[in-house]
Each structure stands twice: as structure tokens, then as C-alpha cells.
């Protein structure tokens, strides 16, 4: 079983949003509509700064170092480093047991996410969920690796000898990186995307609530 982080296991929504802005406002640009910082939460930061903001080269580089500054608690040279934005990021309601049930099923979990991966093992030692997770696999600093279907792949290469998996993910990049493999999503309906976005990708079932993802399994 592959998990999504942001979204889906934890609500890192208002972290994300937080250093969006900062970004932005190091750009010069205008405060981010609602409608741009929600459709950054998910996918990579490259493709998010480009679509969202029209930005390119050196502004994409940009932004994202600036981004990840905040992020992780950095500040520019010459000044103190400031909280980590990251680790405001509160494990949503019901993970936790759908975890719990789903390991004591005899499930394998692993972590599937498009964020850099030691920024995803450090938010997931911090909320205390790392130990529920065979293995942990998400994009590299450098970003050559950050679609989701390279870091599925990394969590398939991982378990060659297990069943294949169901990936739980709330956003529409996560349907498309499963199916690259040919493996459902079933839709984190808890996370920030929007009314209609999971099934319109072809989601296989989308759960209102972590409660509802057992039931759903089973269906499948």
C-alpha cells in the first residue's frame, strides 16, 4: 500500500501556503490568489511555480530555493534561522488508526510523495509516523527525480516480491503517476483538492474521510 504525504497523511496545506507566499513576495509578484497557492499543494515545486505563475529559468530556481529557505527553517546569510514551516504540518484526523488497521491486515506501507525525501522523513519522525512505513521514497534536492510516477516506481523497486500496491493520494497527479503503472488511487477526499478533481482522473474510489479507505479496498 503506497501512501501520499501532503494532503493525504498530513495537512501541510498552511506551511505550503506560508511559503508560497514568501516566495512569491521575494519575486516581487502580487499576492497569490487562492486559487494559485491551492493548486501548488502536490505537485512539484518546478511545474507548480511555472503553471501557477508563469515563471521561468532562473525565477523557477528562484523561487524554489527561496521557498525551501522558509520551508526548512533557513534564513538568508547574516541572519538567525527562523521555525521550520514544515514541521507545522498536524497529522490528519483518522490516519493514524487507518494505519494502525491496515498493518495489523498484514498490509506493507510505503510513501510515495513528491517532496524532497529528507524533508518527507524528517515531518514524518516529527509527527511520529515513520516507524508505520516499510520505506520512504520522494524526490531528490537536485529534482531530477519529483514526478510521482519516478517515485512510485522507486517504492515498487523497493518491494519487487509484494502484491501490487493501491495508492492513496489526493490529488490528480497522483491518479495519472499510479496509472503509469497500472496500479488504482483510491482519492484522499479529506486533502485540498477540488470537488470533482479525483474522479475526473480516474480515480478508483474516493474516500470522504480515512475511516472509509478499508471499505473501499476491499471493493476494489
Request: net charge negative; proline share 10%; hydrophobic share 45%.
Amino acid at each position: 500500500m503506497l501512501f501520499d504525504l501532503d494532503g493525504t497523511l498530513v495537512d501541510s496545506t498552511p506551511s505550503i501556503w506560508a511559503s508560497i507566499r514568501v516566495a512569491v513576495a521575494d519575486l516581487g509578484l502580487p499576492e497569490p490568489t487562492e486559487d494559485q497557492l491551492r493548486s501548488m499543494v502536490g505537485p512539484p515545486l518546478w511545474g507548480g511555480f511555472a503553471a501557477a505563475f508563469g515563471l521561468r529559468g532562473d525565477d523557477v530556481d528562484r523561487a524554489v530555493a527561496v521557498y525551501r529557505r522558509h520551508y526548512t527553517g533557513g534564513a538568508p546569510p547574516g541572519q538567525p534561522p527562523g521555525p521550520a514551516a514544515m514541521l507545522e504540518a498536524p497529522v490528519y484526523p483518522g490516519i493514524r488508526e487507518l494505519l494502525a488497521g491496515l498493518r495489523a491486515d498484514g498490509a506493507t506501507l510505503a510513501v510515495a510523495t513528491s517532496k524532497p525525501e529528507p524533508f518527507a522523513l524528517r515531518i514524518l519522525t516529527h509527527v511520529g509516523l515513520l516507524s508505520q512505513f516499510a520505506s520512504v521514497h520522494g524526490a531528490t534536492l537536485d529534482g531530477a527525480v519529483r514526478h510521482k510516477e519516478q517515485v512510485v516506481a522507486a517504492a515498487l523497486a523497493a518491494h519487487p516480491d509484494g502484491e501490487r500496491p493501491v495508492l492513496i493520494g489526493d490529488r490528480s497527479h497522483d491518479v495519472l503517476g499510479a496509472r503509469v503503472h497500472g496500479l488504482p488511487c483510491i482519492g484522499a477526499g479529506w486533502g485540498p483538492a477540488p470537488p470533482g478533481e479525483l474522479a475526473t482522473a480516474g480515480a478508483a474510489a474516493v474516500a470522504a474521510t480515512p475511516a472509509d479507505v478499508q471499505e473501499l479496498l476491499a471493493g476494489l
